[in-house]
């Protein structure tokens, strides 16, 4: 019946749909992990679902679907890989080791290496961004690192869809290099949004200002903390930090895995190759390239305690989280309900109390320019998900990516 309800997102615009894929998503994977269902029923229910999303890439003109899960009570708690479609229209088959682009999804590692910092009393979560930055970001000065994790900063977003210079740039001059400071000055000078920690914006600034604080504390780049306490010890070999262009900074022998993304509905870049397009809009706040399968693997690592590695416990990344609610244009934080469906963000991950499974859902999404992706973990039923796809609707970002 699950697959059934799937085919609805062939109504309305690609934002609905790849909505209510990741919502149906969850029903599937919840309905096979929480209730007892002979091996044969899940066997019949994954090929239900390639049968479904094989659909879904012929009628949306999809090329690529990458599908990575990991559950209890199917597949004997094995990885289960699920790849549809071809790198590019004329392409190889997508496989495992396709590589996609995972826009906001870095920001979760970018969390975890700061509280890896913070258990090695390099920093604290207190401390305010003038420790690091004593002259450079004045209007930013008392706002704490915890505020940047958990975008109660009050710092406005750099890809904002009103600031019409930046989506115009990278759409423009798809080759254009941001470094940092060009991304933090299109909005330093501006007042803050509201009084830190007294209300909740989702800003990409933050997390640009978490990627100079980990250089400047580890004195050393962010790639090299990211492979260091993350992709080497969890064998993510298929996982890169880009700053600029992916085509150039991954081993040549690699490059016909990455899976080629396409923008509906954007002519600016409808003749670009997408590969070819800089990066370095998105940085530290969505920058990452990776495989649904590395993906898991560190989903996994942070929830799952015998997988955990010394990386973060469920209960550190999942601090602090706050619910945000829109009051004539102010925003209200409290702490998520544990009694009824509530979401909230935490410290660089989404949280969702789903009341109708009975379940905690930690989670991220991400997009750029011809990308969506979502990495979830299923607190109750011990169940884990990265949904990987290669094609994105100009509406939604609401202006620009990440």
Request: contains cysteine.
């Amino acid at each position: 019946m699950f697959f059934d309800i799937l085919k609805f997102i062939y109504i309305g615009g690609l934002v609905i749909k790849f909505k209510l894929l990741f919502k149906i998503l969850v029903i599937i994977i919840l309905t096979s992990c929480v209730h007892q269902v002979n091996s044969s029923k899940n066997i019949y229910n994954l090929e239900n679902l390639k049968s479904d999303l094989n659909q879904i890439i012929s009628k949306e003109n999809l090329s690529a679907i990458s599908l990575a899960i990991k559950c209890p009570k199917v597949n004997d708690f094995n990885v289960i890989d699920i790849n549809l479609g071809f790198n590019s229209i004329n392409g190889e088959n997508v496989t495992q080791l396709s590589l996609f682009q995972i826009g906001s999804i870095t920001k979760t590692f970018v969390a975890t290496i700061i509280l890896q910092l913070e258990n090695e009393k390099l920093l604290s979560l207190e401390d305010n961004i003038e420790k690091y930055f004593p002259q450079q970001y004045k209007n930013w000065s008392k706002i704490k690192i915890k505020n940047l994790l958990n975008m109660t900063s009050g710092i406005h977003n750099y890809n904002d869809p009103k600031n019409q210079y930046f989506i115009g740039k990278t759409l423009r001059d798809p080759d254009y290099y941001f470094t940092n400071e060009d991304l933090l000055r299109l909005v330093k000078s501006e007042d803050l949004k509201f009084v830190p920690n007294s209300s909740w914006m989702y800003s990409n600034t933050n997390y640009i200002l978490l990627g100079k604080i980990i250089e400047k504390v580890s004195n050393s780049t962010f790639s090299e903390q990211l492979q260091k306490r993350i992709l080497q010890p969890l064998q993510m070999s298929n996982t890169y930090f880009i700053k600029h262009r992916p085509k150039t900074e991954i081993p040549l022998y690699k490059i016909s895995h990455l899976t080629q993304g396409y923008l509906y509905n954007e002519t600016l870049l409808k003749n670009f190759d997408i590969n070819d397009l800089s990066l370095s809009f998105a940085s530290y706040a969505g920058s990452i390239i990776s495989t649904s399968n590395d993906l898991l693997k560190f989903i996994n690592a942070l929830f799952l305690t015998k997988e955990n590695n010394n990386l973060n416990s469920l209960k550190k990344l999942s601090a602090e989280f706050n619910y945000f609610e829109n009051t004539d244009n102010t925003g209200i934080i409290r702490k998520i309900s544990s009694n009824k469906m509530d979401s909230g963000y935490g410290l660089g991950i989404f949280i969702l109390n789903d009341n109708n499974f009975n379940d905690f859902n930690y989670f991220h999404t991400g997009g750029t320019y011809g990308y969506l992706s979502k990495m979830s973990y299923l607190k109750n039923s011990n169940a884990s998900y990265v949904l990987l796809i290669n094609s994105t609707h100009q509406l939604d970002f609401r202006g620009c990516p990440t």
